[in-house]
């Protein structure tokens, strides 16, 4: 036994000695990571070399470290909006940039109204006598939206074009739940409040087709207008009308027929391009073939020095799905964006504040705690401005309410004013298994809403007398916000979108504008000659903010093993189907609260990928009256 005993202490030290060994060579190799991040100031003369392997985003979602570590250190990158268009107007300025590449193979997608700030920013590159060149594979709308800004398109000779303009597919589940037998109940008001239609029908009703059909037509319209102003010789109607017959003359060759429609200038290669790019900045000998002498999109950004001069104007950032409790970023918590908001308010250090929302809505109850935060900035006598990105609709919109001044783009997604509830019930199903209930209630709403047994005239009752409540106060804030009667905010609400064209001459949007242009117009509002934007809840120095400095960096692989050909990137649609498929089912049986959701605008932009991250059980005020949100334990 003595012998037994000093084996297993040797053993146990062994490990020991093990797991010390591996949180060495962890925190080392962070050290190692951090010191090979790009120092500030390292900009060489040549080109700015932008590789955009992941999508575009408001707000960089946050990296949970144990799913990173589960999925094998793959995260895809994110590039901040804000941040891109702040490194690429600096580079027009910059006489130490030459040039600007921009390799699209991996790129994640962005909104148009993203891409078209982006592209803004190209051209004053381009406006400053600096070539801009793109580089891809294939170039999909965002892509091709994003690269028509550059003097040159190059595409891989393998490669080519695909426009397929904006729309979707819905998925039905009606005649699938009544084969179950599982009943789903649904409370909302808004003619147009689609949210609900996948339980209730096998179709869309004429009256969401008729509002999605006007939003797709609409950015359909824009997207074509910025190709064309930034390429007019592109041919788009050649590309969209047949394109068998488009590919079919140029004898099937993708990348040929891309030229032969205007919509790519150059085809060649990685090494190609860079032989190219490296006769106008001048060749990097020490890499391999192609090099070119340039510095990365990272070093770049860690050379620009934050603006600190004159008033500081809060920038509050509203993207996602709006949810209950403190998830985020990635996803709009409702608390802890009401706590970043009211931090600022009691510090008094901000003159005026931005809220920028890229949302579709959510939670009724998370959406109105970040509305109450902002009204309470406001009441400071405080200037207020919204300017919305790609989305803005129903919770998006309710956020939106306390501004003085809403800035849209003609792309931008709004309205969408309605609210919805789903519970469903399961009695019929169980019966089918030979499962019964019964019940002891001591007042009409004990036990209520009853999933197994099913819901009483009572309990629809007062769910929908919530609901409609909630539809009330919705309308009220927008009239009170637009200066217009409930009854006019009723005819335009319903639950119906509109772009941001029509919106604004309904009067829901007051001016088109961009983020930079409603930070300006708080700062002018609240008298300030210098201003600076502080974007609210930006922490680099945190550990999820490690990573995503680390993750951010420039990397000439792709981050998944996904196939970047025609064929592969639409055999990947499946992901987006799949990922719709889990939305739906999870507004089902989630367990969620009122909803100020805005189903149809998921396919009115442009899909990006985001890392997964768990957000905590939602618990709106619809969920906390009748005990539908998860429980813990």
């Known amino acids: 036994m003595k012998f037994a005993r000093t084996v297993w202490k040797i053993l146990v030290a062994i490990k020991d000695g093990l797991v010390l060994l591996l949180l060495l060579l962890f925190f080392g190799g962070l050290s190692l990571a951090l010191s090979m991040k790009p120092a500030g100031g390292h900009v060489q003369d040549g080109a700015l070399a ?85 580089h891809a594979v294939l170039y999909t709308d ?114 040929k027929a891309a030229l032969a429609a205007g919509l790519a200038d150059r085809i060649g290669d990685k090494v190609a391009f860079g032989q190219h790019v490296a006769e106008l900045v001048g060749a990097d000998k020490s890499g391999p073939l192609g090099a070119y002498k340039a510095t990365k999109y990272s070093a770049y950004l860690a050379s620009l020095s934050q603006p600190r001069q004159g008033k500081a104007i809060a920038v509050v950032t509203v993207a996602g799905e709006i949810v209950d409790g403190d998830a985020g970023p990635g996803k709009a918590g409702g608390d802890r964006i009401a706590a970043l908001i009211d931090k600022a308010t009691s510090s008094g250090d901000y003159a005026a504040m931005v809220v920028r929302v890229d949302s579709p809505g959510g939670s009724v109850l998370a959406s109105e705690r970040i509305r109450a935060a902002i009204a309470r900035f406001k009441a400071r006598h405080l200037p207020v401005a919204v300017s919305m990105g790609s989305l803005a609709a129903s919770g998006g919109y309710w956020v939106s309410t306390p501004a003085e001044r809403i800035f849209a783009e003609p792309a931008t997604i709004t309205g969408s004013i309605g609210i919805f509830a789903i519970v469903p019930t399961f009695e019929e199903a169980l019966g089918r298994f030979g499962v019964g209930t019964d019940s002891i209630r001591t007042t009409p709403l004990s036990a209520q809403p009853d999933v197994f047994g099913g819901l009483s005239p009572m309990a629809e009752g007062v769910i929908q007398s919530e609901i409609d409540m909630g539809y009330r106060r919705f309308v009220g804030l927008v009239a009170a916000s637009r200066h217009k009667t409930p009854e006019a905010i009723d005819k335009i609400g319903q639950g119906r979108i509109w772009d941001g064209g029509t919106a604004r001459q309904l009067g829901l949007v007051d001016e088109f504008g961009d983020l930079d242009q409603a930070v300006a117009w708080a700062a002018h509002r609240a008298g300030a000659a210098q201003w600076h934007p502080v974007y609210l809840g930006e922490n680099p120095d945190s550990f999820s903010g490690v990573l ?55 396919g009115a932009v442009q899909p990006v990928e985001t890392p997964d991250a768990a957000s905590p059980p939602r618990s709106g005020w619809l969920a906390l009256l009748f005990g539908l949100a998860p429980k813990g334990v």
């Open 50 to 134: 932008i590789t955009l392997d992941g999508p575009i985003v408001e707000e960089r979602a946050r990296i949970d470290p144990s799913a990173l570590l589960l999925a094998g250190g793959k995260a895809h990158h994110q590039y901040v909006e804000h941040d891109l268009t702040r490194v690429i107007e600096a580079a027009a300025n910059d006489t130490r940039v030459r040039a600007v590449t921009l390799d699209l193979d991996d790129f994640g997608g962005a909104s148009q109204v993203t891409v078209a700030r982006i592209g803004a920013a190209l051209d004053k590159v381009r406006h400053a006598g600096k070539p801009v060149l793109a």
């Open 142 to 255: 965002s892509a091709l939206l994003l690269a028509a800004h550059a003097n040159e398109i190059w595409v891989d000779p393998l490669g080519g074009v695909t426009v397929r303009g904006p729309g979707g597919t819905g998925l039905f589940f009606h005649d699938l739940l009544d084969r179950l037998k599982i009943k789903a109940h649904v409370f909302k008001v808004g003619t147009y409040k689609s949210a609900v239609e996948p339980y209730v029908r096998n179709n869309f009703s004429p009256e969401a087709k008729e509002a999605e059909n006007a939003v797709f037509g609409a950015l359909w319209h824009d997207w074509q207008d910025e190709v064309k102003a930034a390429r007019p010789r592109a041919q788009i109607a050649l590309v969209t009308s047949d394109p068998v017959k488009w590919l079919a003359a140029s004898g099937g060759d993708a990348a």
């Open 548 to 602: 995503q400095q680390i993750l951010a960096d420039d990397s000439d692989t792709a981050d998944d093993d996904a196939s970047a050909d025609l064929v592969g990137r639409l055999a990947n649609a499946r992901n987006a189907l799949a990922g719709q498929l889990a939305g739906d089912l999870d507004r089902l049986l989630g367990g969620h609260g009122a909803q100020a959701y805005c189903l149809a605008c998921a």
